[in-house]
C-alpha cells in the first residue's frame, strides 16, 4: 500500500465545478487563453518547472492510505480513487438544492469550459514535450452487437438493527459518475461487450481517437517526471485500478479511460496511483488500445469511474453539481445480481452518529435521533442528492456519505429507537406481601364500616329540647 499525499484541485469543469483529489494546489482560476499561451503550446518542447506553495491558501489534506485491488479482493477496509466538491462551502452544506432545476450546458458553456481548461493546463507545470505532427486519428468500430441478454433477479438485502441503531444500506462503491469497473467486468462477461461497447455505453456521446503521441509524450506523476513510457505508466495504473483478474475487454476499457483521464489532466496523474509489476495480461491489454482516449465535441473527454455503481450510473449533477453531457446515468444492469457491494448494511450507533455529524458539520443535534437524517432522493437514479440534517443543515448526499464512512451515496437510511426502560427509584421494589398486606388493611376497614351501620347507638338521645323554662 502506497499513502498518497492529497491536495485540492484547480483543475475543473465551468472554472472550478468538480475538482479532484491530488492535484497540485499552485494553478489558480482559468482564463480564457491569449495569442501568446497559443504560440508557445505550438512549440516542440516545453519544460516549465514547480511553482511555490508558499502563496496558496488551499489548506493541505491528511496524508491518505489508497490503494486498488483485483475484483475479489474488494472488501470493505479499502479506499477507492475519490472526487471531492470544489468548495467548502459544497461539501458542508448550505441552501437546499433540491428545488433548484439542474443547469443544461449550452454549446457557449462547453467551448467556454474547453478553453478555460486549455488555460489552465498552459498554466500548470508540465514535462509533456508536444509533437507538431501528432494528430488524432478516428479508431476503426469494435463493436459487438449483442444486447445485454438475460440478467437473474437482484439479490435480496435484509437487516437486523439493534435498539438504538442507524442501518445503512449501500448500493455501489463509490461516487457513481461515469464507468462502473466492476459493471465492465459484468458486460463483458455476461453480454459479450467488447470494450467500445462499454465505453459507449457509459460515456454516451463520445466518440474514440488516437492521439498519436505515446512515442513523444512524457506522462508526469504530480508534476514529476513517471520515468517511463506510456505504455508502462499505464499498465501499473490499469494494474492498481482493476488488477489482473477481469475480463480482457474490461481491462482495455479501463486503460482507455485511464489514459483520457490524464490526458484530460494535462497528461499529469494527480489522483491515480500506479502499481508495480504488472501481469502480462494487463500489459497486453494496454498495448492493444494504447492512445486511445474520448473524445467530446473536440477534445478529452472528463472519463470518471468508480468501482460500482448499485444498479445505474449517477448523473454528474446529481454528486458535483454540474451537468456534464456523456455523465449522465445509464443501466448498470448486472449489479443487483453479481457485484458484491450491492446492498451493503451497516449499523452505527446514535451515540457514534452524533459524534460524526457534530464533528464533521460543527451542528449540536437534537435528542431525537429520528430527525437527524433526512435524504432527498433522485427521481431517476435513487441516488441521494441531499441531505437534510437535523432540520439544521443540507449537504449534498456524497459528502454526507464520505463523512459517514459508507459505501455509496446510493442509500437508504433508517433508525432503530432504542428500547424503553422504567427510570429508576430509590423506593423498594413492590413484592406479593405488600399486595397481601394491602388487600387485608382495605377489608379490615370495609369491614369495620358495615358493622358501624347495623348498631345501634347507646349513647342518650339529646336531639329534643325539654318543655320546661327555666326563669329566674
Not at 435480496?156 to 435498539?163: C, L, N, R
Not at 449517477?314 to 455523465?327: G, K, T
Not at 464520505?402 to 423506593?427: C, H, Q, R, W
Request: charged share 25%; hydrophobic share 35%.
Amino acid at each position: 500500500m502506497k499513502n498518497l499525499y492529497m491536495k485540492k484541485s484547480a483543475a475543473a469543469l465551468l472554472s472550478g465545478v468538480i475538482t479532484f483529489v491530488g492535484a497540485a494546489s499552485g494553478a489558480g482560476s482559468a482564463e480564457a487563453p491569449t495569442e501568446e499561451d497559443t504560440s508557445a503550446a505550438a512549440s516542440t518542447e516545453e519544460v516549465t518547472t514547480l511553482p511555490e506553495d508558499e502563496d496558496s491558501d488551499v489548506a493541505e489534506e491528511p496524508e491518505i492510505d489508497w490503494v486498488k485491488a483485483d475484483i475479489s479482493d474488494y472488501d470493505s477496509s479499502m479506499s477507492l480513487v475519490s472526487y471531492e466538491l470544489t468548495t467548502p462551502e459544497m461539501l458542508s452544506g448550505g441552501e437546499s438544492t433540491a428545488e433548484t432545476p439542474k443547469k443544461e450546458l449550452t454549446e457557449e458553456d462547453v467551448a467556454d469550459m474547453i478553453l478555460k481548461r486549455r488555460a489552465l493546463k498552459k498554466k500548470s507545470p508540465s514535462l509533456t514535450r508536444k509533437s507538431r505532427s501528432a494528430e488524432p486519428t478516428a479508431v476503426e468500430l469494435y463493436l459487438s452487437g449483442k444486447p445485454v441478454g438475460y440478467v437473474p433477479p437482484e439479490r435480496q438485502v435484509s437487516a437486523e438493527a439493534s435498539p438504538g441503531d442507524f442501518t445503512f444500506v449501500t448500493y455501489g462503491w463509490g461516487h457513481g459518475v461515469g464507468m462502473s469497473q466492476n459493471g465492465a467486468n459484468l458486460y463483458a462477461t455476461y453480454s459479450g461487450w467488447t470494450y467500445q461497447d462499454i465505453l459507449f455505453h457509459y460515456y454516451p456521446g463520445t466518440y474514440l481517437v488516437n492521439t498519436n503521441s505515446t512515442d513523444d509524450e512524457v506522462l508526469t506523476i504530480n508534476h514529476q517526471p513517471a520515468n517511463c513510457t506510456t505504455l508502462e505508466l499505464l499498465s501499473q495504473i490499469v494494474f492498481n485500478e482493476v488488477g489482473g483478474t477481469m475480463a480482457y475487454e474490461a481491462i482495455k476499457a479501463q486503460a482507455v479511460a485511464a489514459y483520457t483521464y490524464i490526458k484530460f489532466n494535462g497528461d499529469d496523474i494527480h489522483d491515480l496511483c500506479p502499481k508495480a509489476n504488472p501481469p502480462q495480461i494487463v500489459i497486453d491489454a494496454c498495448q492493444e488500445v494504447l492512445g486511445e482516449a474520448l473524445f467530446y465535441d473536440g477534445d478529452f473527454a472528463l472519463t470518471m469511474f468508480s468501482a460500482s455503481s448499485g444498479g445505474c450510473s449517477a448523473n454528474c449533477y446529481e454528486i458535483f453539481y454540474q451537468d456534464v453531457p456523456y455523465l449522465r446515468s445509464v443501466q448498470s444492469d448486472w449489479d443487483g445480481a453479481y457485484d458484491p457491494h450491492y446492498g451493503t448494511v451497516r449499523y452505527i450507533s446514535a451515540s457514534e452518529m452524533r459524534n460524526r455529524i457534530e464533528s464533521r458539520f460543527g451542528i449540536s443535534l437534537s435528542d431525537d435521533p429520528a430527525n437527524w437524517i433526512y435524504p432527498l432522493y433522485s427521481d431517476q437514479t435513487g441516488y441521494v442528492t441531499d441531505v437534510c440534517i437535523d432540520g439544521q443543515l443540507w449537504v449534498k448526499g456524497y459528502a454526507f456519505s464520505l463523512s459517514m464512512g459508507i459505501k455509496s451515496p446510493k442509500f437508504n437510511v433508517s433508525y432503530t429507537p432504542a428500547a424503553y426502560s422504567e427510570p429508576e427509584s430509590d423506593e423498594p421494589a413492590w413484592t406479593d406481601e405488600d399486595d397481601f398486606i394491602e388487600d387485608y388493611e382495605e377489608a379490615k376497614t370495609e369491614a369495620a364500616s358495615e358493622a358501624a351501620v347495623e348498631e345501634p347507638s347507646t349513647e342518650p338521645d339529646t336531639s329534643e329540647t325539654t318543655t320546661e323554662e327555666v326563669t329566674e
